[in-house]
C-alpha cells in the first residue's frame, strides 16, 4: 500500500546503499529469500526512490542498521521516517523528523 501511494506522488521515498544493502540482507537472512527474488522485489522500490548518499554519521541508536536509516533522512532532509521499529519509534522527533507508525502515517495523509 505505502508503495502504491508513493508511485501516486502522495510521497517521496529516499534510500541509501546502506539502507538497499540492509533490506536485502534481511530478506535472505530472515526469510530465506533465493537472491533473484530479492532483486526482483526491490525493483520497484529502487525504481522509485530517490538516491540519497549520507554524509553524516549518526550513533543514536544500538541497532546499527537504525542509524543508517536516521542518516539517510537526515542527509535527505525527510519529514517523516515510518517504521514499526521501537528503538527508532522512541526517538520521535530525531532532529525535526518526526517517525510514526505506519497506520499513524497514513491517518496523516490527505484523502485520495
Avoid: H, Y
Avoid at 499513524?104 to 495523509?109: Q, S, T, V
Amino acid at each position: 500500500m505505502l508503495l502504491e501511494l508513493a508511485e501516486d506522488g502522495a510521497f517521496t521515498l529516499i534510500i541509501s546503499t546502506d539502507i538497499r544493502s540492509e533490506i536485502k540482507a534481511v530478506l535472505l537472512r530472515k526469510f530465506a529469500w533465493q537472491v533473484a527474488w530479492v532483486d526482483i522485489a526491490l525493483e520497484p522500490l529502487l525504481a522509485l526512490a530517490l538516491p540519497v548518499v549520507p554524509n553524516c554519521r549518526i550513533d543514536a541508536c544500538r541497532d546499527e542498521a537504525d542509524n543508517r536509516i536516521l542518516e539517510c533522512a537526515v542527509e535527505g532532509q525527510a519529514d517523516v521516517i515510518v517504521t514499526n521499529d521501537k528503538d527508532l519509534l522512541s526517538l520521535s522527533p530525531f532532529q525535526n523528523v518526526q517517525i510514526p507508525r505506519v497506520r499513524e502515517f497514513l491517518e496523516l495523509l490527505p484523502p485520495s
